[in-house]
T-cell receptor, first 111, second 116 residues
Framework: DAKTTQPPSMDCAEGRAANLPCNHSTISGNEYVYWYRQIHSQGPQYIIHGLKNNETNEMASLIITEDRKSSTLILPHATLRDTAVYYCIVRVAEYGNKLVFGAGTILRVKS | GAVVSQHPSWVICKSGTSVKIECRSLDFQATTMFWYRQFPKQSLMLMATSNEGSKATYEQGVEKDKFLINHASLTLSTLTVTSAHPEDSSFYIC????????????FGSGTRLTVV
C-alpha cells in the first residue's frame, strides 16, 4: 500500500470547517483513499473513502486531486466532539487486505 | 450498520497470568478479523490477521506463542495474552470487514489491559 503523509496536528475553531490534508504521491491506480478517526480511548471510526471522484456523506466530504496524489478531508462544521486523531490510509480494496495506520493528524477543535 | 463488539473493555491482571479478549461481529459474518495494539500517544500497530478456520498470520516481531489468536467461528475471534508481563499493558483493538468489499473496516471499542 502507498505511504501517506499528514501534518501531526491542526487546530480548528468550533463551527468552522476543518480541512485535513493528506499526501499520497505514490498511490497506484487501484488504491482507494480511506479516512478514519479515533477519539481518545476508543476504537477507530470509519469516516469516508474514495477512488478518484469527490465523495460526501453525512460525516464529511473527501476531495481528491485530479492526479490523485493528495486529498483533503473536510468536516464542514466542526464541533468539540470532532476532536480526535484522523488517519488517512491508502489501500487496495480487496477482502482480507489489512489496514495499516500511520501517525495521523491530531485535530483539536476549540471553542 | 456493521457492529463489532469487544469484551472486556478493560482488565487488570497479575504478572504471569493469561487474559482472553473477545471480538464479535454482531450483525455480519467476518471470515477475517484483525488485531491491533496501541501504546499511549502512538498509532495502532497491526499484530495479526485472524482467519476463520485457519491459523492466524502474525506481523513481524509479534510472538505467536504469547499472543494466541483463535477464530473458531464466522463471528468470533479471541486474543489470549499468555504469561502477561507489565510491558504487555496496552490498548488492544480488533476489527472486521463490513459487509461490502469497499466499505471500511469496523472496529471494536478496544480493551485496556493493565498487567500489575
Amino acid at each position: 500500500d502507498a505511504k501517506t503523509t499528514q501534518p501531526p496536528s491542526m487546530d480548528c475553531a468550533e463551527g468552522r470547517a476543518a480541512n485535513l490534508p493528506c499526501n499520497h504521491s505514490t498511490i497506484s491506480g487501484n488504491e482507494y483513499v480511506y479516512w478514519y478517526r479515533q477519539i481518545h480511548s476508543q476504537g477507530p471510526q470509519y469516516i469516508i473513502h474514495g477512488l478518484k471522484n469527490n465523495e460526501t456523506n453525512e460525516m464529511a466530504s473527501l476531495i481528491i486531486t485530479e492526479d490523485r496524489k493528495s486529498s483533503t478531508l473536510i468536516l464542514p462544521h466542526a464541533t468539540l466532539r470532532d476532536t480526535a486523531v484522523y488517519y488517512c490510509i491508502v489501500r487496495v480494496a480487496e477482502y482480507g487486505n489489512k489496514l495499516v495506520f500511520g501517525a495521523g493528524t491530531i485535530l483539536r477543535v476549540k471553542s | 450498520g456493521a457492529v463489532v463488539s469487544q469484551h472486556p473493555s478493560w482488565v487488570i491482571c497479575k504478572s504471569g497470568t493469561s487474559v482472553k479478549i473477545e471480538c464479535r461481529s454482531l450483525d455480519f459474518q467476518a471470515t477475517t478479523m484483525f488485531w491491533y495494539r496501541q501504546f499511549p500517544k502512538q498509532s495502532l500497530m497491526l499484530m495479526a490477521t485472524s482467519n476463520e478456520g485457519s491459523k492466524a498470520t502474525y506481523e513481524q516481531g509479534v510472538e505467536k506463542d504469547k499472543f494466541l489468536i483463535n477464530h473458531a467461528s464466522l463471528t468470533l475471534s479471541t486474543l489470549t495474552v499468555t504469561s502477561a508481563h507489565p510491558e504487555d499493558s496496552s490498548f488492544y483493538i480488533c476489527s472486521a470487514r463490513a459487509k461490502r468489499v469497499l466499505d471500511g473496516y469496523t472496529f471494536g471499542s478496544g480493551t485496556r489491559l493493565t498487567v500489575v
